[in-house]
């Protein structure tokens, strides 16, 4: 089955600052890559999702890159808030329109400090 | 707005009671699903459900069980509880044909 790593596990940035967190992925058959945000005391949240057949995807302040090749994923986060404070997860599926399972990396947890 | 709903935020039951975790959708999505989150581990499915009476194990099924009668209505039993099953439960439904899943607030139950 699919198995999703996540680095790092923590991350602290500056107020303004770039966050950067990475997905590797080992199904190839994967094609569907959603990152969710979880703040404290909440269940988590879609923000960004990415398909196979793009490379890229931005909205707003936050980006979503892919290299099917190399097999992984990234979520980019620019001029960060300290409401971007929270736990971030990638996940991964074969098909994001069928009764599919995502399988989930292990969380980043991101602190924005002032 | 999208809400999925669960019953309890905490709870505690002793070793060996029969547990059950409710969680209701208010959109008519097809798809539910049980998730446990624990520290280091990230999101593990449980079981999902992509219709009303069907079912299927996800990646831990052992110690669980789930029904779904109604369309809105998914959910997990715990047939006797043991302290390894404490854990953050989430639910989350998800459409037909559609991409993101919703979640809800989450259980935290605690097994003494």
């Known amino acids: 089955g699919e198995n999703v790593e996540q680095h790092p596990s923590t991350l602290s940035v500056q107020e303004g600052d770039s966050a950067v967190i990475k997905c590797t992925y080992s199904?190839?058959?994967?094609?569907?890559f959603p990152w969710y945000k979880q703040e404290l005391g909440k269940g988590p949240q879609l923000i960004i999702d990415i398909r196979s057949n793009v490379g890229e995807k931005k909205d707003q302040r936050i980006a979503v890159t892919l290299n099917k090749t190399a097999k992984h994923f990234s979520l980019h986060i620019t001029e960060t808030q300290p409401e971007d404070s929270a736990v971030y997860f990638c996940?991964?599926?074969?098909?994001?329109?069928?009764?599919?399972?995502?399988?989930f990396g292990t969380g980043t947890r991101l602190q924005v400090t002032l | 707005d999208v809400k999925v709903t669960q019953s309890s935020r905490y709870l505690v039951k002793r070793t060996g009671e029969k547990v059950f975790l409710e969680c209701v959708q208010d959109m008519d999505h097809e798809n539910m699903f049980w998730y446990r989150q624990d520290p280091g581990l990230g999101l593990r499915l449980i079981y999902f459900?992509?219709?009303?009476?069907?079912?299927e194990k996800g990646d831990i099924p052992e110690g669980y069980s789930v029904s779904r009668e109604k369309k809105e209505r998914f959910s997990l039993i715990l047939e006797s509880a043991s302290t390894n099953q404490t854990s953050m439960y989430l639910c989350?439904?998800?459409?037909?044909?559609?991409?993101?899943?919703?979640f809800g607030p989450g259980t935290r139950l605690t097994v003494t």
């Open positions: 989350a439904s998800r459409p037909a044909g559609a991409s993101g899943q919703y």
């Open positions: 459900s992509y219709d009303v009476k069907m079912k």
């Open positions: 199904d190839s058959a994967s094609n569907y």
């Open positions: 996940a991964a599926t074969e098909s994001a329109h069928t009764a599919s399972k995502l399988t």
